[in-house]
């Protein structure tokens, strides 16, 4: 007996030490320690009508922004019990009123959780398909919807779920039905997906998806996020947030990838935008992820957005565009450009509309 509870209070010791451990990494990893300068923009203001986040953004080429906002996820904050919405906001009027996206019938609205966005436009009839990553009790699965912008409305087309699509933070369309996305856990199970994040194990996945084939086509991620598409359509780029990096990936014929090479952030980078004239990458990043577990107002997590210039060259460019340490924005998570202006959301908070220096 007495050798049974020696045992007993050696593996709690040891269990306490590794748990100790990690907590001490998890707080490395998390950038726990950084001090944050603020680095503003001219004429910040924020957009009336979003004020429960406005977690991912896709801006289409007349200016239209399609956002996600009213996100609910294990162990975020959020202020608000009602369901999540999208919005539009027309950045070629200068009022930056956004309008709330109608859902035609046989959509679940009441349920809606909506995560990463992304648009496709069909060459043949420009027809625009907008997918959402949905997680309605914490599930995970990604909607199909096609845009009517004469009324601001989006017609549900389908729901798509998958195993291999078990915790799908963000998504990149390739087709009027296909797609690649990130799963941000290992897990799909809400009380793992919190826990898992002691183990920090590089178990997380790209995965593509069509009608026909859905297959893994990137691993050893620790946790990917934002994900989005060069141009030309040859490149992935994913967002590892807890490596502080952005994965740059080639796309071949039969939709496999195949790595190219990473590219350090310093910061826990959420989505990535791309700029369709010059190919810039755009984060909005979390410089302190401390701050989020607990959540403290007095001490909210603060705000950055880093830009990426030439990253095929052998020295890409990051700079930090602005930063914020909760006064202005907290939390930023997307951050994107048109004609001068940036926009910048929120997983929880508002969104700014900033002109660039
Ligand atoms: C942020 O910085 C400003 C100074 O620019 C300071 O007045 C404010 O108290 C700081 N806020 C937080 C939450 O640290």
Known sequence: MGRLIALGVILAGLLSAFIGYRIVELRRIALSSRELHQNHLPNCRAIKGLEYGSEDITILPNGLAIISTGLKYPGMPSFSDAPGKLYLLDLENERLKPVELRIGRGFDVESFNPHGISVYTDEKDLSVHLFVVNHPEDKSQVEIFRFVEEDSSIVYVKTIQHDLLHSVNDIVAVGPESFYATN???????????????????????????????????????????????????????????????????????????????????????????????????????????????????????SEVIQIQNIHSEKPTVTQVYADNGSMIEASSVATPYKGVLLIGSVYHKALCCDLK
Request: negative net charge.
């Open 184 to 302: 941000d856990r290992y897990f799909g199970n809400a009380v793992l997906k919190q826990l898992e994040i002691l183990l920090l194990q590089p178990w997380c996945t790209v995965v593509y998806y069509s009608p026909e084939e859905v297959m893994v086509v990137a691993d050893t991620f620790y946790s990917a996020n934002g994900i989005n598409i060069s141009p030309d359509n040859k490149y992935l780029y994913v967002s590892d947030i807890l490596d502080h990096s952005i994965s740059v990936l080639e796309r071949h014929e039969n939709n496999g990838l195949s790595y190219v090479k990473s590219v350090p952030v310093g910061s826990l980078c959420d989505n990535i935008e791309v700029d369709g004239d010059t190919g810039d990458l755009w984060m909005g990043c979390h410089p302190n992820g401390g701050k989020f577990y607990p959540y403290n107002p007095e001490d909210p997590p603060g």
